[in-house]
């Protein structure tokens, strides 16, 4: 069912009625396999379009544009995704677009033994050598087949418990056969038992403060697990409000738990005292995602690298604009170092709360070496 927040969905195809552009979001967040083909959906914040069937993370739909092919869209300006690769129709894409299907439909029955078909089934299903079918894949995508099913799997978890159905029944409806295999997906994708996390963050207590910094104002939020939300801005009462959209179901409460040493933490490094956050932390995460915020902890007080560098340290070396963009959706600045990544000219590329403040950040580092 889609909301009232869902009809805000521009409508970019024409003579489509509301109805039909309700469906066709539905399938984007469903990830039906039976559109692909139909329909491609473009994403304004981001610049790119992709197919239903993406295994990107899912947009606002108040970003949304539908377009009914390809060239409709790039007419419009908009890029073809890496991932699903929209544009193309060589026989790569088309072998990752059976793979992907045949994950959907296998996911769809009811108590698998598995989490996801082998290589060998999906080999076997697709006409494809295992061998080259995972390459081709990871190359397409940006994840191993297995990945993809587990994303795919939680995905449908997810949208079943926000549409209200009881978490024992959408974890067998899913797939996943067992509390403890959806636990062990859950807390490697969403940081979040799935209770917590169901609809919006219902039940969860996230505790939050806003001090002044060298940067102007600095909020932390944190659950009893870990660091949730790290903001940089100008005023408190805009921070607060960011914090609420992005978990509108929480209990919020200003300071808790163990927020009084985390944020002191934080304060000391951009106070030039520390030179590193080694903070717990509880957030979202797909696994491209995680994979990039890994690496740019590993880069050095001081130092910086190109969203090239990064992305040929992940083996991926034609993914530096998808760097960029997990490094654009970190939740926690500071903690996950994403201002420590430059343009390949030296230029500082984008930062959420400011080129300005990533400047600051670059020099107080740079000194302080």
């Excluded at 399938?27 to 610049?47: E, L």
């Excluded at 959806?182 to 807390?187: P, R």
């Excluded at 969403?190 to 909020?219: D, E, F, K, Q, W």
Aim: overall charge positive; charged content about 20%; proline content about 6%.
């Amino acid at each position: 069912m889609v909301n009232a927040t869902d009809r805000n969905i521009r409508r970019d195809i024409r003579n489509e009625t509301p109805g039909q552009v309700e469906e066709m979001w539905q399938a984007v967040q469903t990830r039906d396999s039976r559109a692909d083909g139909r329909f491609v959906y473009a994403v304004r914040s981001t610049g790119i379009y992709c197919r239903p069937t993406c295994p990107s993370r899912r947009p606002s739909p108040n970003r949304v544009a539908f377009f009914p092919r390809a060239v409709d869209a790039e007419t419009a300006g908009f890029r073809a995704c890496k991932r699903c690769l929209p544009d193309q129709d060589s026989p790569n894409a088309g072998l990752v677009r059976r793979v992907c299907k045949y994950i959907q439909e296998y996911s769809d029955q009811p108590g698998q033994p598995r989490s996801a078909p082998t290589l060998s089934q999906l080999g076997r299903a697709v006409g494809s050598s295992p061998s080259h079918l995972q390459r081709v894949f990871k190359g397409a995508t940006g994840v191993t087949p297995r990945q993809y099913a587990a994303a795919w799997r939680l995905d449908r978890f997810k949208a079943m418990i926000k549409e209200g159905q009881d978490i024992s029944t959408a974890l067998y409806d899913a797939g996943f056969g067992s509390p403890s295999r959806l636990y062990e997906t859950s807390s490697e994708q969403i940081g979040m038992t799935p209770g917590i996390y169901r609809i919006g963050g219902t039940g969860m207590n996230i505790y939050h403060t806003v001090v002044a910094c060298s940067m102007g104002r600095l909020l932390v939020a944190a659950t009893d697990k870990g660091v949730c939300s790290v903001k940089l801005g100008s005023s408190d009462t805009e921070l607060e409000e960011n914090l609420v959209a992005e978990f509108p179901s929480a209990n919020h409460a200003p300071d808790g738990g163990h927020l009084a040493i985390w944020a002191a933490e934080i304060l000391s490094y951009l106070d030039g005292e520390k030179t590193g956050l080694d903070l717990p932390m509880d957030i979202q995460a797909t696994a491209f995602q995680q994979q990039v915020w890994q690496m740019l902890r590993t880069i050095p007080y001081g130092e910086t690298r190109t969203y090239q560098q990064v992305a040929q340290s992940l083996g991926k070396d034609s993914s530096s604009r998808a760097v960029g963009t997990a490094c654009g959706a970190n939740p926690v600045a500071l903690v996950i170092p994403c201002h420590r990544v430059l343009r390949k000219d030296g230029g500082l590329g984008g930062y959420r709360w400011g080129l300005e403040r990533k400047q600051s950040l670059l020099d107080m580092e740079q000194a302080k070496d």
